[in-house]
Each structure stands twice: as C-alpha cells, then as structure tokens.
C-alpha cells in the first residue's frame, strides 16, 4: 500500500473545537479554541462585538494554560515563611481550621472575601453566597469596585438600572456623532473600533475628550484635551453652549425627564471662557463639540476611567448623562448614553453578590423584600443574612487593623498591584492572621499569601459572562483542568462542607479589639492564636448541597435569585444563550423577548422619567503645590492587561511591552535634565516608582502619565491617592500631585 493510500484510509479523530470568548476585556470577542494534538490554538470568529477581529492579547490568550509558572498543586506556608506543596486535604483544612479559629475569637466580620471582575456570573453569585451563607461576614468586595462603579451610581441615579451600554455596540458604528470621554479603546478594546471606523466611513464624526493624544485620539476629528480632574467641568459647559444656542430637545426634557430646572441654573455659570482657564480646552473645541452633539441625527456619549476614576467620578459621569439627556439621546435608535466596562465580567460581576451592598439581581441587601427573596432561595432566614459592608478600598485598608478583618479569601484579583497606594495595602495584606489567594499563577499577592490554591482557568470551564453590553454569553471549556486543579465552584463547596462539619461553637457577633501587627511579617501561625470572644452567637450550619459544583446547576439557581431585580436573568437559560448570539438583561420570561436596547418607552425609575441631578465642579482630592507641582495619571497599554499578572508572561506581549515608563512631555524633559530612557524618580505623598522616560509631545506639559500593569519599582499604583468617591467608593487613580526627578 502506498504512503498515500494509507493516508487516505487512516481514521484519526478531528481535532476537538469549541467556540467561546477571549477572556480579557469586556467586548468578549468571539474566538475559536482548538486542540491540535495538545497544542492549542485561537481563531476568530464572527460575532457582533469584534466582528472577526481580535486583538494581540485575544490571539495570544491561550499561552497561559500551559505555561511553565501554571499551578498545580496547593501551596501552604511552612512556619519558616516557605510556600511549599502541600495536598488539597492540607490546604483546605489549613483554611477551614483557620477561618473557624478566627471566627470564634473575633467574630463572622474578622473574615472578608475579596473577588474579581474576571469570575463568571456563576463563580461571581456563589462568592457572594458564600460570603454570606457560609461564613456569614458582611465584608465583601471586588476589584470592579474600581472599574465601573461611579458610572454605576450615575447610571441608576439617572436611570434606575445600571448596564454599561444600555443599546448594542454596534449601534457606535451607525451613530452621527461619537463622543468618547476618558476612553481609549484602540490601545483598551481595539476590536471595538471596526465600529468606528464604520461610523467615520458614513460621515460621522469622533471627538475624544483626553489628556493624552492616545491612539484612539489620534483618529478623532477633534481632540480635547483638559487638565484631569476637569472633565466634569468641561461637561457642564457643552450643556451651557447647547442650552444658549438652542440645542436642547425641549419636548423630550419636557414629557420624560425630572429636575432639570435645577441643572439649568448650575451649567448657568459655566461660561465657556471660564472653563477654557480651568480645563485648558479652547472655547472654540467646547463650541465644535456641542454643535456635533446637538446637531447630528443621533449621537452617543461613552465615558470610561478616564472621568470616572476620581473622588468625584459619579458627579462627572452624571454631568455627561445631563448633557444626554437634555439632548434627548438615550432610548432613541443610535442614540444615548454609556459607559464602557472593563474587566471581562465587570457588568456581570457586580449583579449577583460580589459588591458590598447587593445582593443577586442587583438588588440591594438592606432592602426586606430583597433579603426574603434571596434568602428564600438559599434556604436560610433573611436575620441571618450579614448587612452591607464597605466598599473595595476601605476593606483593604482595615484589614489586620484593631476593627478590622483579620483573614481575607482572595479569587481573580491581585491587589497588591492593581488597589491605590498599593504600598499601604500590601502593608496590610502582610498584616493578616490569614491569607488565602486562589489563582493559577503566583501573582503578587498570591506571594504573600498563606495558603494558594491552583484553580481552573478560562478553557478548562464551563460558564457564563456578561459584557459590556449586557450581553449574556456562554464561556466553554475546552478541555478539563490539568491533575491537581480544581475550579473555583469546587474549591467554595469543599470549603463550605468543612466549615458546615465543624462542631457548634460559640462564635461572637462583633469584633473585639485587639492590637494589629506593627511589623509586616509573610510567616503567619498555621492557627490564629485565639482571643477572648464577646456576645456569642451560634455557629452556622451550611448543608453542602446549597454550594453546588456544577456550573449549569449554579446559573440555574442564579436565575431563581435574580428573578424580579433589576437585573432579572430568571429568562435566560444556556439553551436560549446557545441559540441565539446571547441574551440581553432584563429578560424575566424564557418565552419572552430580551433587551438589546433599554429606555425606548420609559425609565425603571418610580415616575418612568429620567432624573437629571445637577452637579458643580470642585478641584481633585490633592492638588499640585511647590513641593509636588506636577499631575500624575494612570492608564494602560495596549499589549498588557490590568494588574499584568497574566500578560507579562506571555513571551510576545512581554515583548512587545516588557517594562513600565513614565512618560513626559519635552519641555518637561528639558527643564528635568531627563533623556529618553532615563529612569526617573516620580514620588507623591503617598509613595514612589522608578522607570526609564518616554518622551511624547503628544502629553501636556504639566502632567506625567504612567501605565499601571507592572509590580516593584515600577509599580504606578505606589503614587496614586486613595481618596474615595463618596457614593460609589472609587478611589481618586486619574490625578494626583507629584515631583519627578531624574533617579
């Protein structure tokens, strides 16, 4: 037989395929998984968001499922300060043994959970439920604190309903004018500009409000560039000029909105001249810019972390829905308001139980019917559910505090890198009784932690996630966790069965005091030493069967605790997900439609109008004086990811973004004695980091920016100020005051 011949009658199995979604961003690109002979590869597909496109980090996603600093065994810290391998048993009775003891001596709130906008909805709900189930602690966050949550506040204050882009995506592509505040999705979300580049091909126009000519700006028509921290600022002039040159859509204010007399009269004095001394931008780019908003067919207005990163970020997203609705955008075709979510399941992370204050289905946990309804479905008394805890930046800093929590569960987040003043944070992380990281990498966090536990990642489960869009979609695996890994869901309810095994104890209901570590120390007791406990309350018992471990079951129950809040998925099954390009949020009926498109008829709030809120300008929690008289913002790049843990040990992104930088304009150069690629110093109040110059004309000259993806010395997050938004809790990352100096 000839070589051909058997080619022809050999009966080898296809290479397995599956389709699912990138699993950085929160576009969610449609992408192919293939194994070809334990080699796998992405591909593309067509789908609405990227449309076939994906961008460097997409194509090079799956690098990390077998890459050599992948984890697969446990790790616990021996008591001379070594993470060395340890057997699931061990790890998991370490942490079983070590949640109880702390419990009993300090009470449920001495333990947080710390979670992340990357989980799926399913991993994100059965965190929460945990939390609360489980352990019964009030303290629970995540890192999408950071992310969305002022244009969350705006949004529901506004709108009653928070859901990044309440229209598709691709309505950007079909839009008359496109402005984009504190965005920069070439570099962000680079698929998301194939709509784009269709708006600009049909005549639309693109303005971009930013400090820096970035990528995404460079494309613009018209680039405003302010001071940060003025962009609130800047919104309240366009709707002066659109309000003295009539271009507010007088009917649509009139029969469906409420309180804009008041906005009226603020924006009243924001005369554009005096913006333009404020901000920097020219009274004739506010004017352009009004006009494009004003006098186009439609128009969109999309913020992102550029405005909303700040300690006043939800009074600067809710000026720009001012200027959205009183020109009468949101609900109409290619028309409204929006913000673009950043982390994978950002939108999704936050609507089942992962903030603070909410309960599944985005309804709030001290409202009555909201616990009775949940608590229903996980079988508990409403009583025993915890109250509200406090938002992502002030759990961290009161861990190991006299009050505060003294153990803390981490899952998809790395705050070491990626929380403000990051200095003081690890300070605190190192400050714990107990530390528990679960993660596939060992991330910079994970290298302080006590115990690590080596999960599932993206293609090895099976899941949902929601994008910016709202937009539920179906994450497949491709194949299962290598030996040793275990998912997330598994690790929840193996814990949960430990603690529902232990012996009823006496458990106090408030924290006793007690004096925090004044020396940072890796090397923790295997077991809290015990303290002497206040009011005690009876232990709980968690049947192992309220945590379930498969996926599907999960969502399932999800459905159940979501339905009737306002993220309602109670219609939304992975059958309907499959047969469609996703379901949309709200969707209550499974024979019924979804919701591509929100606010066409009316509002979910108690009149079904829109609520204007008016809103002054005031100056950024620390501004710039003799001692520190530069501003210094934040952002990322395009070949790195969030807090990089991910992306830096991908060989092509590392090589294509292999460091950190401090960039600078050249008359600032100048006046420094700083070169290209020198390193230099940029120090706050708060801390320092250390990286070589980038030199760019294209930055204002008062201002540093440097990205925020890389640990050390490099570490941008050392610098930026932990001053908090007082509704939504985001910390001030876009603008502090610093000195630079050549290192």
Not at 472 to 486: D, I, Q, S
Not at 714 to 743: H, Q
Request: proline share 10%; hydrophobic share 40%; with cysteine.
């Amino acid at each position: 037989m000839t070589d051909g011949a058997r080619a022809a009658t050999r009966t080898e199995p296809p290479p397995r395929e599956t389709e699912t979604h990138c699993p950085y961003c929160a576009l969610q690109c449609g992408m192919i998984l293939r194994d070809a002979d334990g080699r796998i590869e992405v591909r593309p597909r067509e789908f609405p968001t990227n449309r076939g496109g994906l961008c460097q980090k997409g194509w090079t996603a799956a690098e990390l499922l077998d890459h050599p600093d992948r984890l697969t065994t446990p790790l616990v810290r021996d008591p001379s300060g070594t993470l060395r391998p340890a057997s699931w048993d061990v790890a998991l009775d370490r942490i079983a043994d070590g949640l109880r003891t702390i419990q009993r001596a300090h009470g449920r709130d001495a333990v947080a959970v710390f979670g992340g906008g990357g989980l799926t909805n399913e991993k994100a709900y059965a965190l929460g439920k945990f939390a609360r189930v489980a352990l019964r602690t009030r303290h629970i966050d995540y890192n999408g604190r950071w992310c969305m949550s002022s244009a969350a506040a705006a949004g529901l204050r506004a709108f009653g309903v928070d859901r990044g882009l309440p229209f598709p995506l691709t309505d950007l592509g079909r839009t008359g004018t496109l402005l984009l505040v504190g965005a920069n999705p070439a570099e962000t979300m680079p698929p998301l500009m194939r709509h784009v580049t269709d708006q600009r091909a049909r005549g639309g126009r693109l303005i971009v409000v930013d400090p820096r000519l970035t990528a995404t700006a460079r494309q613009a028509d018209l680039h405003l560039q302010p001071l940060p921290g003025t962009d609130l600022a800047v919104a309240n002039a366009l709707l002066h000029i659109a309000l003295t040159e009539g271009l507010i859509d007088r009917e649509y204010v009139a029969t469906r909105t409420e309180g804009f007399d008041a906005v009226r009269r603020t924006v009243a004095g924001y005369w554009p001249a005096e913006v333009e001394r404020l901000s920097g931008v020219p009274v004739a780019d506010l004017e352009a810019t009004a006009r494009a908003l004003g006098t186009a067919d439609s128009a969109v207005i999309l913020t992102a972390r550029g405005a909303e990163q700040h300690a006043k970020g939800v009074d600067t997203v809710s000026a720009y829905v001012n200027l959205a609705l009183a020109l009468g955008l949101p609900g109409r075709p290619h028309s409204g308001y929006g913000c673009l979510t950043g982390q994978g399941n950002g939108q999704g992370g936050r609507e089942h139980g992962q903030k603070s204050d909410q309960l599944p289905g985005y309804r709030k946990i001290d409202d009555p019917a909201a616990r009775a309804h949940v608590a229903g479905v996980w079988g508990v008394d409403p009583a025993e559910l915890p109250g509200p805890g406090v938002p992502a930046y002030q759990l961290l800093d009161s861990l190991g505090t006299p009050d505060g929590p003294r153990a803390l569960l981490v899952f998809g987040s790395n705050p070491v890198v990626s929380a403000p003043r990051a200095a003081r944070v690890e300070s605190r992380l190192r400050g714990l009784d107990l530390l528990v990281v679960a993660d596939f990498l060992r991330s910079e966090t994970a290298e302080l932690a006590d115990v690590v536990l080596p999960v599932a990642q993206w293609a090895e489960e099976d899941g949902t996630m929601t994008n910016l869009e709202g937009r539920v979609l179906r994450r497949r695996a491709l194949r299962p966790p290598p030996p040793g890994v275990r998912t997330d869901l598994t690790v929840l309810a193996e814990l949960a069965a430990r603690l529902d095994d232990a012996p009823d104890a006496p458990v106090p209901a408030t924290t006793p005091d007690g004096p925090a570590p004044t020396t940072p120390t890796t090397t923790r007791p295997a077991v809290p030493a015990p303290r002497t406990p206040a009011d005690h309350v009876p232990a709980p018992r968690t049947a192992p069967d309220r945590f379930p471990t498969d996926p599907r079951v999960v969502f399932a129950e999800l459905r159940r605790a979501s339905a009737g809040g306002v993220a309602d998925y109670a219609g939304v099954s992975w059958d309907r997900i499959e047969s469609a390009d996703g379901v949309f949020w709200p969707c209550p009926d499974p024979d019924g439609p979804d919701s591509p498109r929100l606010f066409a008829d009316t509002f979910p709030t108690p009149s079904g109008r829109a609520r204007f809120h008016a809103v002054q300008h005031r100056p950024a929690a620390e501004e710039v004086c003799a001692d520190y008289p530069l501003h210094f913002t934040t952002g990322r790049v395009l070949a790195q990811y969030q807090s990089g843990a991910q992306t830096r040990r991908v060989a092509a992104l590392h090589r294509a973004a292999p460091h950190g930088f401090v960039e600078l304009h050249p008359d600032l150069a100048d006046r420094l004695g700083v070169a290209e690629g020198d390193e230099v110093r940029v120090a706050s109040r708060r801390g320092e980091l250390r990286a070589p110059a980038r030199l760019s004309p294209t930055i204002r000259p008062d201002t540093v920016f440097a990205p925020f993806h890389w640990p050390g010395a490099a570490r941008a997050n050392s610098v930026t100020n932990d001053a908090l938004d007082p509704v939504s809790g985001m910390p001030e990352f876009k603008i502090c005051a610093v000195r630079v100096e050549r290192a």
